[in-house]
């Protein structure tokens, strides 16, 4: 049968077709005043869609680059930082506070759970400078409490820098009410556009920590980049195309909700958690369990095949024999458990098409469980259909 | 929740990427020597795709251009002709000779029904110079007996024109063995790029014929395309980009047979067969009809809602729901039946989606029928699972 190469991987998303016009036809100078409008208005399009009013900066650089940026700028080598971790992205914050010999300690937690708040609550104290953590692990498809850790660091004087990058258009946040310092977003995420560009909000008092901090950057100097923005321009040459294509998927998120952003950017954290929703019901009557049991996501589903069957048999039999792609687990999950994205650009038909695939993908890599075909996709079915009584129908 | 934009209907299809692409690129002139190449390479593909030795004539027009070429082209006016008709697209052709001036003789059918072949053979006689009819009829989804009818004018002076709008890449043909004198295809069909093309094939002796017809015509006369063709040229201004689309296409579906596109014309048409099987069954499930009761089309399934339901209400639900767009019934059809394309770009997850969405909205629209969530889906499984035991799922 005809197989259509379909990404359901968290990161990179679908692309948005509007978005892959304006990608192909952004053919502008980025030293013009073309440029310097398109500019503006994204970055005063990303306020909105990540809900603050601090200032924006867009980094030509994936998610990681803007980690790096949340760590050169705000520390000098020797400070004390916390890292909250349990997985593979939070243990990229140790690496990187590493990397630039910040004084690193770490909270963390088991793969698939979140970490304990009175750890995090004993760690912190008057020396550390900033806590780092991430809002969604998209490795285990966890969500960690960004508001509870936000509380405990009220008052003090110790930042927090949020990795958002699958947690922004899939989680809540009030950005500047719970004090979120730094809070850094990825385009190959819910904004549904290729991957190149990171952004992230800076908060008034990180902008004033990094005057006063050593570690070296040239590149990510996020100072520089604010200065030049206030012009309409980025510091360095910027990925023209990638922020054209940014500007039309906020203009879609936003048409969604009659133009207003906000209120978009709250159907598309309802959309994927009916996607995931959808998803988990299904994947039960499957015997496959969801790796996140306490703090589930909404970006990604985590799932653990039944029995001893290995995650890269599913990730492989659903490529080659529909095309879909999804993602087996990373690192030491690699063979216990296979990702399905919920984040950005997937809607109904997308969600309900790769259940009835894993169900007949399940039934013949795993026939041992005796699928019964129509099982998973009825769970599937009635979760949709109470999502939609329950008034999210009309979030279309 | 979010909806993409899906086509499900008989033409327009869903488009083929690469051949987006490749229109979109196609910034060339026609009286150039890429514009040939491209244009030589086109034709060539499609003898294969249509299976013919004959020459293969492309028109800037839609099916019903090739349609008036086959009358103007073979007919003068008083002449005698015979039109197959059981639909809408049986009675254009109807339309056509008369508005040619031809002396035009009908065998019909209901609508939903083939035509009795012993009526045909009552109704041809010596002085029949043309027969017309359809592969398969868009407007009811029946196919009709192609062979049959060549078989009956074998020996005889009676040319066979043959609508294959939505035939070619859906049924069988051998039209140099069976002797049929001109079939006819369009762009928007199995061949997934946009409307605007038309294509035939045509016999040697239906070019002898044009030689001594009396009837009026110059945009479409063939014998013009012929020798512009012989030259690498079209006669007229040609659609380029969807020229260079077509190609696409055809490279295409060559790939997905290790570049032999007559092998990939066969997976083509299995694929249908297995979208039309999936979409069948399912339907049973929800006390949905298929309205070709004796010989359904691969191409598309025509089908009754259960009770006094009006099509159009599933048509709307759909649409409004998830973004699918079906066809409903066409003329004295509307409300009475509606229809679902398996002709062209669909795949495994396209088929299955589509059916979930219908099982909703059956739920919604019917509540009486007590539509039991994922019993139809179930049907649809089963289907696809048999045919991937049978090997057509290599056809992948």
């Known amino acids: 049968m005809l197989r259509k190469i379909r990404l359901f991987t968290p990161g990179p998303t679908p692309l948005l077709p509007s978005a892959q016009l304006a990608i192909a036809a952004a053919d502008i100078h980025h030293r013009t005043p073309e440029f310097r409008a398109l500019y503006q208005r994204v970055l005063g399009q990303l306020k909105e869609f990540i809900g603050t009013q601090n200032d924006v900066i867009l980094l030509a650089a994936s998610g990681t680059g803007a980690m790096e940026a949340a760590v050169s700028n705000l520390t000098s080598p020797g400070d004390k930082v916390l890292v909250l971790t349990a997985g593979k992205f939070g243990e990229r914050w140790t690496s990187l506070a590493k990397a630039f010999g910040c004084n690193t300690e770490v909270v963390s937690a088991a793969y698939g759970k979140t970490f304990s708040m009175e750890e995090v609550r004993r760690k912190v104290n ?17 969500r960690h409490d960004v508001k509870a850790v936000a509380d405990t660091l009220r008052g003090s004087d110790t930042l927090l820098v949020v990795d958002a990058i699958t947690g922004l258009g899939t989680t809540t946040f009030d950005v500047d009410n719970w004090g979120i310092d730094v809070i850094i977003g990825g385009s190959q995420k819910a904004v549904m556009i290729p991957p190149g560009l990171a952004y992230c909000a800076v908060s008034e008092r990180a902008w004033q920590r990094m005057e006063k901090t050593q570690s070296p950057r040239y590149y990510f100097d996020l100072r520089k980049e604010r200065k030049s923005a206030a012009k309409g321009e980025s510091a360095y040459t910027p990925a023209v195309a990638l922020i054209a294509g940014l500007g039309a998927a906020l203009d879609y998120i936003a048409a969604n909700a009659n133009g207003n952003l906000v209120e978009g950017r709250k159907k598309l954290i309802a959309n994927a958690e009916i996607c995931a929703a959808m998803t988990r019901e299904a994947a039960k009557a499957l015997g496959i369990e969801l790796f996140a049991s306490s703090a589930p996501a909404a970006a990604v589903s985590a799932l653990i095949p039944p029995g001893d069957l290995d995650s890269g048999v599913i990730v492989k039999a659903i490529k080659e024999q529909f095309g879909a792609v999804i993602s087996n687990g990373q690192g030491e999950m690699k063979g216990k458990l296979f990702r399905i994205a919920h984040l950005g650009y997937f809607d109904y038909l997308d969600t309900i098409a790769l259940i009835g695939a894993l169900e007949l993908v399940m039934a013949r890599v795993y026939p041992s469980r005796q699928v019964d075909f129509g099982s ?16 999210l129908r009309a979030t279309g």
């Open 126 to 142: 008057p020396d550390t400078r900033v806590v780092y953590m991430q809002a969604t692990e998209t490795s285990t498809g966890v």
């Open 376 to 391: 998973a996709l009825r769970k599937a079915q009635i979760a949709f259909a109470g999502y939609s009584q329950t008034g």
